[in-house]
């Protein structure tokens, strides 16, 4: 009987990271690797299936047609893998969980994270509360929240910590002409009302920048700025989390608009040590925020 091939996870899972991340050299710095080490584990994974698994294409790599049916296989695996691990060290853990999140997250992030946690911790009880940065910080210092991710770099708020940065865009209408189209009209601009970290960083690059604007909305819910953006009333600035594919990132060379920076993500616990159902939500949902945006 032939001797069967046994897939390493090690090498599988960072062969997925390399190209849900588009770069190998990221896959390294992301699983705390040397770039040598992530080129021998690659070659490995093609010496165990016995077919190249990308090639070059221009500057980066690509991936082969047997490439591609490794890739979905690769990442069925290691979901099974992460669901049995997580199941089987989560069988005795009860309690509750507290979980706040701003509201970019609730249908971008939060299914994934629920579906998850549940999966491998169904004696544990999850609360989650959208809302407000400010008020799921406020919420978090008062012990109504276990945890809650946030924009901003957390201040000096005790047990925050910076977690992710995100670039800031423009967006607005796929069509959305730029600024030539404007004249000496000012840039028709919506955003929530401050504070807001997203506001914040569009009007101090318009204001540097030297760009009339004109506030055209505010609301208190990203549903409501969506709808003005979509509605073509003006353009705002968010990250790509939850963006409705009506809307599209506008690109400032050839808008004229100024390049925005990168919004820091910041995590907030209610106490320094959580407890271990709070632990390992919290594991979660930073691993499930550390993956590609999609």
């Known amino acids: 009987m032939a001797t069967r091939t046994n897939l390493d996870m090690d090498v599988l899972r960072t062969f997925v990271t390399g190209f849900e991340l588009g770069s190998f050299a990221r896959a390294a710095e992301r699983l705390g690797r040397s770039q040598s080490a992530v080129s021998t584990q690659l070659r490995k994974l093609e010496e165990q299936v016995g077919q190249p698994l990308v090639k070059k294409a221009g500057r980066g790599l690509a991936l082969t047609?047997?490439?591609e049916s490794m890739l979905g296989y690769a990442k069925r695996l290691l979901d099974l893998n992460d669901e049995a691990v997580d199941r089987l060290r989560g069988t005795e853990l009860e309690g509750w969980a507290r979980l706040g999140l701003a509201q970019d997250f609730a249908e971008g992030w939060l299914p994934a994270v629920l579906k998850r946690f549940a999966r491998a911790y169904p004696r544990v009880r999850i609360e989650v509360q959208v809302?407000?940065?400010?008020?799921?910080?406020?919420?978090?210092l008062k012990g109504d929240l276990?945890?809650?991710?946030?924009?901003?770099d957390g201040g000096d708020a005790p047990h925050a910590r910076r977690v992710a940065a995100l670039p800031i865009h423009w967006i607005g209408q796929p069509d959305w002409?730029?600024?030539a189209s404007l004249g000496r009209e000012p840039i028709p601009f919506a955003a929530f009302a401050p504070p807001c970290t997203f506001r914040s960083a569009a009007v101090a690059a318009l204001d540097g920048g030297g760009l009339p604007w004109r506030l055209v909305f505010t609301s208190p819910s990203?549903?409501?700025?969506?709808?003005?953006a979509e509605g073509g009333l003006g353009i705002t600035a968010r990250t790509t989390v939850s963006l409705p594919k009506t809307l599209r990132v506008l690109d400032p060379a050839a808008t004229g608009l100024p390049a925005l920076p990168d919004a820091a993500l910041?995590?907030?616990q209610a106490e320094a040590e959580p407890s271990p159902a709070v632990a390992r939500l919290t594991d979660i949902l930073l691993e499930t925020i550390r993956e590609p945006v999609a």
């Open 146 to 152: 276990d945890i809650a991710l946030v924009w901003g």
């Open 222 to 228: 990203l549903s409501g700025l969506w709808a003005a």
């Open 131 to 140: 809302g407000l940065g400010a008020q799921l910080v406020e919420a978090t």
């Open 266 to 268: 910041s995590l907030h």
């Open 177 to 179: 002409p730029g600024l």
């Open 65 to 67: 047609a047997a490439g």
